[in-house]
């Protein structure tokens, strides 16, 4: 059963040595070797260092290898990595979003639906607010000028996936406006992203990613938050203060999930977010000329577009992610070609992002010195 119906004081174990921890971690991959032995030893030991707990896909030359480090959830003895848990990715969804309608760009040419990055949301939000002015590339790319806050304060409803969406849309509307073509990062873009797959294909966002994602790659623990079956359950998240392990215990809510769809409220694995990653160049999800296309609109103003940032003379992409008010953290780095960097997820950390950062890049060093970028 998810641990959102199990009231949370069964989480409330107070503090935990770090040596206690050490006992849950676990390694799946390919058959262990020296290397991979090491390479599981110095991940480890690169969280005590930094007081994290959590798990990370490790890919070295194209061979992936997922450690985990602590409890997903103290209270209940639940390791990071165990096969019954599924981890938030947070922002690191937002690619997956932009994937689908860049798939929708593709498959409705030469029909009624036929849309482009250059085609105004005014088509599905007449009464949305400078929406004559703002294409679907803005929404992609973060420009449209949308400053709008509060997605992430937990609202204490459920919503429906429409139901989010249109508060969305009124929300924006209350809200002041920067101009077109500034770049403001907001859930609410990639939220109303959501809604026009769902005016497209005229079925919920849900029953689209199952079919365009979940399907097409066989992932088998990843899910949207309403959609976690029982018998699995997302993880706690603590806060580190650099003594104590398991302290100031939270989760992702129903509420907030429900109120961030296509942004924020997909759950996963390290190992299958990894595929993904690789799904959206190989043809399984997205040709390689459909993801140039994603990571380079005409919009793009930034490093940022399509859900991912590229770097080092577009070598790398990366992404992080985290939830207002929790200690979540989320950070994808991998080279273009996918054959080196991490995803790694984090249920516990000090809320400073840099922090997290600093983590991930040593175990990016570790594999490939001199590639990657520390932020």
């Not at 400078?130 to 806050?149: D, K, Q």
């Not at 999930?257 to 299958?272: C, H, K, R, Y």
């Not at 977010?273 to 459909?290: A, F, P, R």
Request: charged letters at 15%.
């Amino acid at each position: 059963m998810k641990h959102k119906l199990i009231a949370l004081a069964a989480a409330l174990v107070i503090g935990a040595s770090a040596s206690t921890a050490l006992s849950t971690t676990s390694v799946s991959a390919a058959p262990t070797t020296s290397n991979q032995t090491e390479m599981y030893n110095f991940v480890r030991n690169t969280f005590k260092k930094h007081h994290v707990r959590g798990i990370v896909t490790v890919v070295k030359d194209g061979v992936p290898q997922t450690i985990s480090y602590g409890y997903a959830w103290y209270g209940k003895r639940i390791g990071n990595g165990s096969k019954n848990i599924t981890y938030p990715s947070a922002s690191l969804q937002k690619v997956v979003t932009a994937a689908m309608v860049v798939q929708l760009i593709n498959e409705t040419k030469n029909t009624n639906q036929s849309f482009t990055q250059n085609t105004k949301i005014s088509r599905w939000y007449p009464n949305l607010k400078n929406a004559n002015n703002i294409t679907v590339g803005n929404l992609m790319s973060h420009t449209s000028g949308i400053t709008a806050t509060q997605t992430e304060i937990d609202r204490g409803i459920v919503y429906s996936e429409a139901n989010s969406i249109n508060w969305v849309v009124k929300n924006i509307n209350a809200s002041k406006a920067d101009s077109v073509g500034n770049y403001h990062y907001n859930n609410s873009n990639y939220i109303l992203l959501a809604g026009i797959i769902r005016q497209v294909t005229g079925k919920s966002y849900e029953d689209n990613f199952e079919s365009r994602i979940v399907k097409k790659l066989n992932l088998q623990r990843t899910y949207l938050y309403q959609g976690i079956p029982k018998g699995i359950t997302d993880p706690i998240s603590y806060y580190s203060n650099g003594g104590k392990n398991y302290q100031q215990s939270s989760y992702v809510k129903a509420s907030l999930a429900s109120q961030i769809p296509g942004a924020g409220n997909l759950f996963t694995t390290t190992d299958e977010y990894y595929k993904i990653q690789v799904g959206l160049s190989d043809g399984s999800i997205l040709s390689k000329d459909d993801f140039y296309y994603l990571t380079h609109l005409k919009s793009k103003v930034t490093d940022y577009c399509g859900g991912m940032y590229l770097r080092n003379k577009e070598t790398l992409k990366s992404a992080y992610g985290s939830f207002y008010g929790l200690h979540f953290g989320t950070w994808v780095q991998l080279t273009t070609d996918n054959q080196n960097g991490i995803v790694m997820f984090l249920n516990q950390t000090n809320d400073v992002e840099n922090d997290e950062k600093d983590v991930g890049y040593e175990i990016l060093q570790h594999i490939k010195p001199n590639t990657f970028v520390s932020r």
